[in-house]
């Protein structure tokens, strides 16, 4: 990418993003090619690249514990949360119901996928009715990392053996 396809402004979002990731010692941030900013995430060694060109603005916020973080919103609607360990992103569910937004999180990280994974292990062996929510909840966390830049192709393949199950006869893979 060229540093001409990005406004000064834009230049300057992606320095304050990169600014904040610095103070940071769970994210690891590097310049890319042209004007483009990779954060990694030192829990789950995910990367997500920030290019300047696609952003649309920035917020800086404080949580309800005080905590700083950085809202990131896209031209293109996208929002991603900068926190001082994670990068947080809103999960898509592929086939939206009300009863299924309700009961999914605001925000979730990359590495909310291990721990709805260890659910999904425990509702396969007890056969718990809620295994089908766990694997929706797992495909919502998977394709809203997809959507803001994730690679998580590692972990869509831990889902494979529990697609084909009903709860209490887990596949082998």
């Not at 896209?74 to 360990?85: A, C, H, N």
Request: hydrophobic share 45%; with cysteine; glycine share 4%.
């Amino acid at each position: 990418m060229n540093f001409a396809t990005a406004t000064e402004k834009q230049l300057e979002l992606l320095r304050a993003i990169a600014d904040f990731a610095k103070k940071s010692a769970e994210l690891e941030t590097q310049y890319a090619e042209g004007a483009s900013l990779r954060i990694r995430q030192r829990v789950d060694d995910h990367a997500l690249l920030v290019e300047a060109h696609k952003l649309q603005d920035i917020l800086m916020r404080t949580d309800t514990d005080g905590r700083d973080f950085v809202q990131v919103n896209f031209q293109d609607g996208t929002k991603i949360l900068v926190t001082e360990r994670l990068i947080g992103f809103k999960p898509v569910l592929r086939r939206a119901s009300v009863a299924n937004l309700a009961k999914l999180p605001r925000v979730v990280t990359t590495p909310d996928l291990v721990s709805v994974l260890e659910a999904l292990e425990d509702a396969a062996e007890v056969a718990d009715r809620d295994l089908s929510m766990l694997r929706e909840l797992f495909d919502s966390i998977l394709c809203g990392a997809e959507k803001v830049g994730f690679d998580v192709a590692k972990e869509r393949v831990w889902l494979l053996p529990y697609l084909s199950t009903s709860p209490g006869l887990r596949a082998n893979a």
